[in-house]
């Protein structure tokens, strides 16, 4: 079965310093890898999928098959980064996509 | 806003009622999906429609759970005799081709 893991629930950083979110996922066939986020009383959105490969609000992610993960990346974080995040799976033919528990980014002015 | 909405956004309800909630997906998209979503943790996939058939049910779906989505457009779903460990967010959200899906804000329930 597809599965997703993230690692940390609460991840803090001081503002300007890196941010790394983690994220492993189990599946034997080619994926389909997205970052969602929930800011604070908002509905979760679409950060960033994997086949775009574009930056978003300076985030990146690449997908490594080899170790199976697709890190979320920012190499100066900012107080409005503060968000939950969600990695998930998804395979190709439009299935349901697979959330991972999610990670709380707290960034520290 | 024309994004999914859902309704009602919040519900409180005692024990061993019934409830239903309400989803309406972005107009052209063609595929609804139903999550739940409970503390500390993400969103669990429930069940998903193509237009009116209903394609895959998560076992999360008890027989006490039904979703329809009649004309291919909105969506219900309902909880018969609820129970507390209902209590969660319900998600909708809805998608084109591809796997992008965009997520209405939530129903939440609190069985009492």
């Known amino acids: 079965a597809q599965r997703v893991t993230q690692p940390e629930k609460l991840l803090s950083v001081f503002k300007g310093a890196p941010v790394e979110l983690k994220c492993n996922y189990s599946y034997s066939g080619s994926p389909e890898l997205f970052w969602y986020v929930q800011y604070s009383r908002q509905r979760l959105q679409l950060l960033l999928r994997?086949?775009s490969r574009e930056s978003i609000k300076g985030f990146t992610a690449d997908l490594n098959k080899g170790e199976t993960s697709f890190h979320l990346k920012k190499p100066f974080a900012q107080e409005e980064d503060s968000a939950m995040y969600y990695c998930a799976l998804g395979i190709s033919g439009n299935t349901p996509l697979v959330f991972g528990k999610g990670t709380r980014l707290s960034v520290i002015a | 806003d024309t994004g999914v909405s859902q309704d009602p956004r919040h519900k409180i309800t005692k024990r061993g009622q019934n409830v239903t909630f309400r989803c309406d997906p972005i107009?052209?998209?063609?595929?609804l999906y139903w999550y739940r979503q409970t503390l500390g943790q993400g969103p669990e996939f429930l069940t998903y429609?193509?237009?009116?058939?209903?394609?895959?049910k998560s076992r999360l779906l008890s027989d006490r759970f039904s979703a329809e989505r009649p004309k291919g457009s909105f969506s219900t779903l309902e909880i018969q005799r609820t129970e507390q460990g209902d209590s969660a967010m319900y998600l909708c959200?809805?998608?084109?081709?591809?796997?992008?899906?965009?997520f209405g804000e939530g129903s939440w329930l609190t069985v009492v």
């Open positions: 429609f193509q237009n009116e058939a209903q394609l895959e």
């Open positions: 107009s052209e998209h063609n595929r």
């Open positions: 959200a809805s998608s084109s081709t591809g796997n992008t899906i965009y």
């Open positions: 994997h086949i």
